[in-house]
């Protein structure tokens, strides 16, 4: 990954040390002795600059339109990184003093972090993991003086088979036969459900483009390659482009910009939370049980091994967060839509203490009409029980993930080791 001289207040420069990750246990004074272990998303991002628009070609619908191509890069993505820094950050502060307070046991957050883990294979986490440590140490640099930022290095040469403990789900599910996974997806009860919830998206889009009547799209059947009709990737790939702009203000307007902005407005905030429950269902379809409790063994260990009273943040991905959250029970295909959604820094924040464990989700929040998303985060307790509740559902899972058929690796996939980063922000100009 090379350098970038990308914004205008910083220069991003790193070293990466050649020694194993070392867990920080150690805590400030007067802290608490709850462990806290946050899974966050990537933040928003950005429209390329050196590839062309593509082509989202939905003609039969009313919708044949050039949108623009995602990038990850840092220079694609000021707002996002903003929103991380400024916004998500200490949003991840109150959400970590919300689950230790919602624990019962009279403990109070001491507002410190001792690590960030992002997945390195992919720029849109490494950038999210930066700012968000960027944000806490500047927000609080008497507590957060120096988080340890940590991280899998990525060779595809030598780590193609090893497992990143918070992105565990491609390594996972390339074991499994392909017969087997087709099996799997095709007997999949939450088909339906994934038919109506993009249907019911690209019915929300037409209307607000002046299309007022349904229409209907093609059963969710499997080819014998386990692809879907062609039309669910397009109108995948349209709630994608919806979700991850609407930081730069009202998405419709962007995308359609011939249309009737009133009415475009109108219907924005309705046709963003449409897009992402519909990108969410997707996940309950792609990686039903017991393939979700396999790609989830591996964070759970990881969760259950942190130090006492140590915070530690990682940086990961929408499908393995669905996957975690889904085989834990803390999430399901039958609640309700918005409950399967996973936005940019979308963040479960899990809370041990000496008797309980509380989970806290941290969400940013939609502007009402429109769409566009300033970058609030609010948040919310989505669970709380005993550590003998709790170790009943770590045990089902891994019951679960037993039974899922791993046979098509030669060898077992092994967890890959982290290590720890030097970074420093240089402010000395572009």
């Known amino acids: 990954m090379k350098t970038k001289n990308l914004m205008r207040f910083c220069v991003f420069g790193f070293v990466l040390m050649l ?22 998303r990537h933040t928003f991002r950005g429209t390329s600059k050196k590839v062309g628009p593509t082509k989202i070609s939905l003609p039969q619908y009313g919708i044949d339109l050039a949108i623009p191509i995602l990038s990850y890069g840092e220079d694609a993505t ?11 950050a200490p949003g991840l502060q109150q959400a970590a003093a919300l689950a230790v307070a919602a624990t019962g046991e009279d403990k109070l957050f001491d507002g410190h972090w001792d690590e960030i883990r992002a997945e390195l294979s992919t720029e849109r986490t490494f950038w999210t993991g930066l700012y968000l440590r960027k944000g806490l140490e500047e927000n609080d640099p008497q507590r957060n003086r120096g988080i340890e930022f940590t991280g899998c290095p990525f060779d595809p040469g030598k780590d193609k088979d090893a497992i990143d403990a918070v992105s565990s789900d491609h390594p996972v599910k390339k074991c499994v036969p392909p017969a087997v996974y087709l099996a799997l997806i095709k007997a999949s009860p939450d088909r339906p459900k994934l038919k109506n919830n993009l249907q019911n998206f690209l019915n929300t889009v037409r209307a607000a483009i002046g299309l007022g009547f349904p229409v209907e799209i093609p059963n969710p059947d499997y080819d014998e390659k386990g692809s879907l009709p062609k039309e669910y990737d397009q109108i995948a790939s349209l709630a994608s482009i919806i979700e991850m702009i609407a930081d730069l203000g009202p998405p419709l307007p962007q995308i359609f910009r011939s249309g009737d902005r009133a009415h475009l407005t109108q219907l924005g905030k309705l046709a963003v939370q449409r897009a992402v429950n519909s990108l969410g269902i997707r996940f309950f379809t792609s990686e039903p049980s017991p393939l979700s409790d396999a790609v989830s063994v591996i964070p759970v260990n990881y969760m259950m091994s942190r130090p ?9 991905h929408d499908n393995m967060m669905s996957a975690l959250m889904s085989s834990l029970g803390i999430i399901s295909s039958s609640s309700p839509p918005d409950d399967w959604a996973f ?24 502007s009402d009409p429109d769409g566009g998303i300033l970058g609030n985060y609010a948040s919310q307790v989505v669970w709380r029980g005993s550590h003998s509740q709790w170790n009943e559902k770590v045990r089902a899972l891994k019951e679960r993930a037993r039974t899922m058929d791993l046979s098509g690796c030669d060898q077992p996939a092994t967890e890959c080791e982290a290590r720890r980063m030097k970074v420093v922000f240089d402010m000395r100009g572009e």
């Open 308 to 316: 006492r009273g140590s915070h530690t943040i990682v940086v990961s």
């Open 78 to 88: 000021p707002q996002g990184l903003s929103i991380a820094e400024h916004f998500a």
């Open 343 to 366: 936005f940019p820094i979308e963040s479960y924040v899990f809370a041990f203490g000496s008797s309980h464990v509380s989970v806290v989700r941290m969400r940013v929040e939609i």
């Open 19 to 40: 020694f194993p990750r070392v867990a920080v246990c150690q805590s400030i004074p007067g802290s608490d002795n709850t462990s806290l272990i946050v899974f966050s």
